[in-house]
């Protein structure tokens, strides 16, 4: 056995979509950037959105039997401003969560897509 560790990055998270261009859109509009979409099979579309080009994405994949989606995804998205993207996903018709202000903690909230997946946002640290 080897110090090396075995894995030294992520590269995507995937999300299960009903609908993958609905969901691609709703990223879009949400800062994230395409950065991959392709039919890798027939009938098996992989779409990576980010929100760094360096950084890891998330992947949009078909809802099926083994992926439902409303999922909590435990992804935790981080913002400049939180009470502004609480206030963009509120207005692209989300489910946005109460935004938490609390003490020693970072301002944040959570969300549900359309799909009933659940994300996480806080505010970066200054």
Known sequence: MTDTAAFDGIRAIAVP??????????????????RFDEELQPGFRWIELSADPQGPAIA?????????????????????DARAAHARVGALGLDAGELLDW???????????????RFYASERDS
């Open 103 to 117: 003490d020693d903690v970072p301002l944040m909230f959570s969300f549900v897509d359309h799909d009933g997946n």
């Open 17 to 34: 979509s009903t609908d993958l261009d609905r969901s691609k859109s709703l990223l879009e509009q949400l800062g994230f950037t395409t």
């Open 60 to 80: 949009l994949v078909a809802t099926g039997p083994q992926l439902p989606t409303g999922v909590d995804t435990g992804i935790r998205l981080t913002t400049a």
